[in-house]
């Protein structure tokens, strides 16, 4: 209770601020944004609460979740991935509304992949809408850095007309929303997230590499966490919106210089898109003509 009021008295300061001049972007300490979600003792608050660590080991996974819902928004966080051996092992920053509606629940993901040691982490995300699980909307991609040697940045925009997902603000996705999508494209209030947890099964070349807990405890940093969007009270149906517009940091659509970058990337680091592949989809889902 106290916490969401004083989420409450951040968020009206932000909507009284928010007239005039760009401002700087204001980055959240663990405690003024978010909770515990599972793993206790294994979800460390660091650097004055600034940064936040989650970790797997034997015992258990981790992670922690935003005090509140969003309906639209900005969504970041630098992160610092796991380093050595890391096959299974998935950490995933994403938003998802999945507690609240079982059968038709919406979700917007990063998913980092595990390695094994020596080659790539391998980066995933996707976009379901209103319980479209069956309609995965994978796409993968190799970075051109090493993310556990340092932190780097990984955000989320949603709007009403287009979802951007970024790495180091370079936008590596956009999803434009097109009538034919219809329930598919995210509508609903959702919360962010930061997990780490056993993959074995999947995530690592389709499963053929596991966990291998001799490498214990996988341990993922986050930090610059940045929640700027529509919080939604999901009972009273209220919401107390923050402009992200009036961000200077806050990339807002793409602009033509964005657009070459995005391209490049995509040339460059895309390893798979469910737009491409014919074995799940003989006709490509609607939006993949915009591709
Ligand atoms: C978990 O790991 C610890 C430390 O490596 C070890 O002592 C313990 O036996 C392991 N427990 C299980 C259930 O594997
Ligand atoms: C979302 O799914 C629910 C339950 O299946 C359905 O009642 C609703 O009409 C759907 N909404 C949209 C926008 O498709
Ligand atoms: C949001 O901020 C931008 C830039 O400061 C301003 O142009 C716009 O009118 C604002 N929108 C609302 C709804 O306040």
Same mark, same amino acid.
Request: include cysteine; proline fraction near 4%; hydrophobic fraction near 35%.
């Given at each position: 209770?106290?916490? *969401?009021?004083?989420? /409450?008295?951040?968020? %009206?300061?932000h ?10 972007l204001?980055t ?10 599972? @793993?206790d003792?294994?979800?460390l608050i660091?650097?004055?609460?600034? !940064?936040?660590?989650?970790?797997l080991d034997?015992?258990? #996974?981790?992670?922690?979740? #935003? ?6 928004g900005?969504f #970041? ?8 051996y ?12 999945q =507690?609240?509606y079982?059968?038709?629940?919406? =979700? ?10 020596g080659q790539?982490?391998?980066v995933? &995300?996707?976009?379901?809408?209103n @319980?479209s ?13 090493d993310? &556990?040697?340092?932190?780097h940045?990984?955000?989320i925009? %949603? &709007?009403?007309?287009?979802?951007? /997902?970024?790495?180091d ?12 999508? @219809?329930?598919?494209? $995210? ?11 056993? @993959? !074995? ?7 053929k ?7 214990? $405890?996988?341990?993922?940093? /986050? ?6 969007? +529509?919080?939604?009270?999901p ?5 107390? +919106?923050?402009?992200? &517009?009036?961000y200077e ?7 033509p ?7 490049? /990337? ?5 390893t798979? *898109? ?7 989809f003989?006709?490509?889902?609607? =939006?993949c003509?915009?591709?």
């Amino acid at each position: 209770m106290a916490n *969401s009021y004083l989420g /409450f008295l951040l968020v %009206w300061a932000h909507v009284l601020l928010a007239s005039g001049s760009p401002k700087n972007l204001q980055t959240l300490t663990f405690d003024e944004g978010f909770d515990h979600l599972y @793993g206790d003792d294994h979800v460390l608050i660091l650097d004055d609460g600034k !940064s936040v660590s989650i970790s797997l080991d034997n015992r258990t #996974s981790s992670g922690f979740i #935003s005090q509140d819902q969003y309906l639209h928004g900005y969504f #970041s966080a630098s992160i610092k991935l796991p380093s050595d051996y890391t096959a299974g092992v998935v950490v995933a920053f994403y938003m998802s509304n999945q =507690e609240l509606y079982n059968t038709h629940h919406d =979700e917007l993901d990063f998913e980092f992949l595990g390695n094994i040691r020596g080659q790539n982490w391998v980066v995933q &995300t996707n976009v379901y809408g209103n @319980g479209s699980t069956s309609r995965g909307r994978e796409e993968r991609y190799d970075l051109w850095f090493d993310p &556990t040697e340092d932190f780097h940045k990984y955000s989320i925009l %949603w &709007t009403k007309k287009e979802i951007i /997902f970024y790495v180091d603000n370079v936008p590596i996705r956009v999803v434009h929303r097109i009538e034919a999508m @219809g329930g598919d494209y $995210p509508s609903k209030p959702m919360s962010l997230y930061a997990t780490i947890w056993d @993959g !074995s099964n999947w995530a690592t070349m389709g499963g053929k590499y596991k966990v291998n807990y001799n490498y214990a $405890p996988f341990i993922a940093k /986050f930090s610059d966490l940045v929640l700027h969007g +529509c919080a939604v009270d999901p009972i009273e149906k209220s919401s107390i +919106c923050d402009n992200v &517009t009036s961000y200077e940091a806050i990339p807002i659509g793409i602009t033509p210089k964005d657009v070459i970058k995005m391209g490049n /990337f995509r040339k460059k680091c895309m390893t798979y *898109s469910y737009c491409e592949d014919r074995v799940r989809f003989a006709t490509p889902l609607p =939006e993949c003509a915009m591709h």
